[in-house]
């Protein structure tokens, strides 16, 4: 009898020069940073606005939920596309429709007088009745941060894919550090400028938006000529609308598959989920809680995701300086554990300088989970699969928050915030408790370089700038048998 051995694989050492000496990565996000500002500049502009014309939380909420929506409807689409065309065309386009969307807010606001109804009812002599009606202002402006969220939504999962593309399987962890710090320096500099801009006037924040899409759209460009181009995939041509239906849904089912054979990945997808969920009170809320209870104006909600993204930078760069973390999901748990203590105190506190410090925190938190939960999946997933799996994820995360803030939209006018925040981290508690339970039984928290599969070894960066062709016929037959190779036979 012979005792099988499991090897381990060491990867490589990650080299911080390396990635900033890679061009089109430097580029990518660089151009990342600028649009990053962008949609700090509009968001906090158009939150304020709406609540500041409404006084309503319900408002907020359907800002919110418009904002999450393509994630969910658009978000199979986008992963599908990605693995399928050029993710530096998708991105551009991306750009492109921000950009006239931005343009779009600017026009509604220089029209927000003239669309905003005025009626006088006499109710007596000498008395009258005023009431104004904003309605023709927010639907216009509603539709358009659809449409804006809907590129987004495309965004994301092409940049995800087309990093993995550019950038070493060592280097991903660094690479991802690099990234999210750019974000949280974008989030600094995003909304410090925008809470600036906010107090002052709202046409100063839509103009500068528009022209951050406008300079990022040009660097993505650039892409195109100092740019790795992504693997062609020669694809089955389809005559009828039913088969290309089912060619598309056959595209997503491989995703999802490629999320069910890899079970670290499918219990971060499912935790990260749950928790979003619980997580879609501080959403509708923040902005209630701030003007609302505390009295605090644009200018403190820029200093608080200031001090967000400073901690998010300092978490990056300790994740950087470590270049690789072996066990990610436990750094996962332990980054939800402290989202659960931090959701708590966000509930009961309303001191402007504990606030602080809570902001400040989770900042540290959202990058303990971004950076480990992306590099993952760049590590785990085959590269044509990436683009779906980050739909799949983006899509998950999506209904999630959705639905937790469609929730807490409905009673958030009939329930203080604070209860409805102390039920949301209690329901935080209890899912991470029996997360931690169940991915301990699992193993799930063990080394992540213990499985040697091909795809985790691939250096896609070493691609020769000749495109490869990947039959998407053949690999769909291919996976299909697969699959049935999992089915028990009896001998």
Request: hydrophobic fraction near 50%; include cysteine; aromatic fraction near 12%.
């Amino acid at each position: 009898m012979s005792i099988a051995k499991t090897e381990t694989i060491v990867p490589e050492k990650p080299s911080i020069k390396e990635v900033l000496k890679n061009r089109p990565f430097m580029l990518l996000f660089t151009a990342q940073f600028i649009e990053n500002i962008g949609r700090a500049i509009s968001g906090l502009a158009l939150e304020f606005l709406i609540y500041e014309l409404t006084r309503s939380p319900l408002m907020m909420g359907i800002l919110s939920i418009i904002w999450l929506l393509p994630f969910v409807v658009i978000a199979p689409f986008a992963g599908v596309y990605t693995d399928q065309f050029d993710q530096r065309k998708i991105m551009l386009w991306s750009n492109i429709v921000s950009f006239f969307a931005a343009i779009g807010f600017l026009i509604i606001y220089l029209l927000k007088d003239a669309l905003t109804i005025i009626t006088f009812i006499k109710i007596a002599p000498g008395h009258n009745l005023v009431t104004i009606n904003y309605t023709h202002v927010i639907w216009p402006l509603f539709l358009l941060l659809f449409i804006n969220s809907s590129s987004a939504a495309f965004f994301f999962p092409a940049r995800n894919a087309y990093t993995r593309l550019i950038i070493k399987k060592k280097n991903l962890l660094v690479a991802n550090s690099i990234g999210s710090t750019v974000f949280q320096i974008a989030t600094i500099v995003g909304y410090v400028l925008a809470g600036v801009l906010a107090e002052a006037s709202y046409l100063g924040s839509f103009i500068t938006n528009a022209g951050t899409f406008l300079i990022s759209g040009t660097l993505i460009t650039l892409l195109f000529h100092i740019g790795k181009k992504p693997p062609e995939r020669v694809k089955e041509k389809t005559r009828t609308l039913k088969a290309e239906m089912k060619k598309f849904y056959n595209d997503i089912r491989i995703g999802y598959q490629a999320v069910k054979e890899k079970p670290k990945i499918s219990y971060m997808l499912l935790i990260f989920s749950a928790i979003t969920f619980t997580f879609g009170a501080v959403n509708v809320l923040f902005i209630v809680i701030l003007q609302g209870e505390m009295s605090l104006g644009a200018t403190w909600y820029g200093i608080f995701q200031g001090l967000m993204g400073a901690s998010g930078i300092i978490t990056a760069i300790v994740l950087m300086a470590i270049g690789k973390i072996k066990r990610k999901v436990m750094v996962l748990n332990i980054a939800f554990v402290f989202a659960t203590i931090a959701l708590y105190f966000f509930a009961v506190i309303r001191n402007k300088w504990v606030m602080a410090a809570i902001l400040f925190s989770f900042g540290i938190i959202s990058v303990s989970i971004n950076v480990p939960s992306s590099t993952l999946i760049q590590e785990k997933i085959a590269y044509e699969k990436q683009g779906r799996v980050f739909g799949a994820m983006q899509l998950a995360q999506g209904i999630a928050q959705l639905l937790g803030m469609g929730i807490v939209s409905l009673i958030a006018e009939y329930v203080l915030p604070m209860y409805v925040l102390l039920a949301s981290s209690t329901l935080c508690a209890i899912i991470i408790f029996a997360g931690m339970i169940y991915s301990g039984i699992k193993g799930l928290m063990g080394n992540d370089y213990t499985e040697s599969e091909k795809s985790d070894n691939t250096e896609l960066s070493s691609i020769k700038d000749e495109p490869l062709v990947f039959d998407e016929k053949e690999r769909m037959i291919r996976e299909e048998l697969e699959l049935d190779q999992t089915v028990p036979t009896i001998e």
